[in-house]
Each structure stands twice: as C-alpha cells, then as structure tokens.
C-alpha cells in the first residue's frame, strides 16, 4: 500500500465523503475516488459503506485506520525533522493569523523578512481556524489564545491595546444607555471574548447592526457609519475614515502568541521570522 492512498483513506474517514476528503488534500474528487479504487483492490476489502449521512468506516476500515493514523504520525515526524534542518534561510514559509494582524502587524516585518532574505517566500493563511501545526497545515502561527497541542514552542509576543471607534463622517451622540447606537460585533461563536463583552455592557440600550469574525470587514462598515466597533488599535488608528472615540475606560486587550511545531524550531527561515517578529513586534 503506498502512503498516499492512505492518506486518502483518512481523509475520507474524518470528512465523511469524497468531496470533503479532495477538499481537505487539495486534490480533485474522481482522484480522490480512484486513489480510494486502488486502496480497496489491494486490500481485497470495502473500507467504506455510504448511509444518508456520508461514508463511514466498515469493520474493515475500523481496523487500519488506527494503524494509518500511527504511519501518518510517523510520516509527518520524518516531513517535520527533514524541514526543520534546512541550513539556508530560503523556501516557503507558510504563516497562520487573523487578516488584520497579517496586514497591519505583520506586514512591516514580512516587508524586512523579504528584504534581509529575498530567497524566503512567506505564504500567509489568513483567518480565524486553529490551523494544525502538527500536521504542517502552517509552519508558525499568530493568535489571540495560547497553544494547547503538545510538542509547540510558544510564546507571548506581545499585548496589543484596543479601541472603541466610529466613523470619522459624522459626530457620536449616543443615548444615555447606549439607545439610537448600532453595535458592530465579533461573530456569535466568538460573543464570548472580552471586547464583545465589554462594548455590550458599555451600551446596554444599544442594538446589535452588524457581525463578522473579521476586524479587517468590522472596520470597513464602521467606517461606513454603520455603528461603533471595539478594534485593535494597530488597525483602527491607521484608518483615517475612523475616529477613536474617548472612553473613561479603555477595551481589554488581547495577548498575541506565536507558535510552532518543536521539531520545527530549527529551520532557518522561520528562525529568522520568529526572531524578527520578536524584534519587531516583542516589547521594547
């Protein structure tokens, strides 16, 4: 059996179908469905039976995939130490964070990457996800929670300072409780963070106007006079179509932390990233 038939195989297992399973390896469908052919001719078993909810394992699934999983651990191990003892600060870089941090935080450092080691190539992934380092989904990721996984360096880079903002268009003159105000908000899987919660205490006869889990989007229609938004200051005050609003008290911050894979920690291009950032970024 080759590796890449069982990597499709537990592609299929943990998305359930074919599709999921070409869209999680970033392959065509049919490949997916020739690659899984192959495996259950070799095998001389059906590794999957389709029911109204999607593929599922047969017993004879049940049985190797256990044993896939263990091959895939070791596979990725061997990817990781072979990546992690490159002796030249070239190649692709790939980098997990949120868009605004990517465009107002990280740009000037991947601006000075480039420039110090123009043979690197950064790959940004912008978004929300908690990409799987383990699995080399990202080589170094930057986000708001610490890293619960095993095996991941990490450390806090740095408390980035928030704001509360309105449009720089028209003057702000909310009610006593916040009445005739439109909130702009985090989506409602992520109600729960600090800012959200704070801005809705803030103005309790406010409304809810508009929801993203992306502060780059909140700005724009903040910017449009939809309603006020609590935005991390490195965005929010680069924006001239924004104005900060006083408070007596200021938003919570947020902790950055930075992250990668321990078997990583010798890569020179990420080194270089990680030591930039932490020059660049890191308390003074």
């Not at 590794?47 to 596979?75: H, N, P």
């Not at 890293?147 to 704001?163: A, K, N």
Request: proline share 6%.
């Amino acid at each position: 059996m080759e590796w890449n038939d069982l990597r499709v195989f537990l592609a299929i297992a943990r998305g359930g179908s074919l599709g999921a399973a070409a869209k999680l390896l970033g392959v065509s469908h049919p490949t997916v469905g020739r690659r899984l052919h192959v495996l259950e001719q070799a095998g001389g078993e059906v590794f999957f039976r389709r029911t109204a909810s999607g593929l599922v394992l047969t017993d004879s699934g049940e049985r190797i995939f256990a044993l896939a999983e263990d091959m895939e651990r070791s596979a990725l191990t061997i990817e990781r130490r072979i990546a992690g003892e490159s002796d030249q600060p070239e190649g692709l870089l790939r980098i997990s964070s949120a868009d605004w941090f990517a465009s107002y935080v990280l740009g000037p450092v991947l601006g000075e990457l480039i420039k110090r080691h123009p043979l690197i190539v950064p790959e940004v992934i912008p978004g929300h996800r908690l990409f799987d380092l383990t699995r080399r989904e990202a080589d170094i990721a930057f986000r708001i929670v610490p890293f619960t996984e095993p095996d991941i360096v990490q450390r806090r880079l740095v408390t980035l300072s928030y704001g509360l903002y309105a449009s720089a268009r028209a003057p702000f003159l909310p009610g006593a409780e916040g009445e005739g105000v439109g909130l702009i908000t985090m989506n409602t899987a992520q109600a729960h963070y600090p800012d959200v919660l704070w801005l809705h205490a803030r103005y309790p006869g406010a409304r809810t106007a508009f929801t993203s889990s992306s502060r780059t989007v909140q700005a724009q229609m903040c910017a449009q006079g939809l309603g006020v938004a609590v935005l991390p200051r490195a965005l929010g005050d680069q924006l001239p179509a924004l104005q900060r609003l006083d408070t007596d008290e200021p938003p919570p911050g947020r902790d950055i932390w930075m992250g990668y894979h321990h078997d990583m920690r010798q890569m020179d291009r990420l080194r270089a990233l990680a030591d930039l950032a932490d020059e660049m970024i890191g308390p003074a």
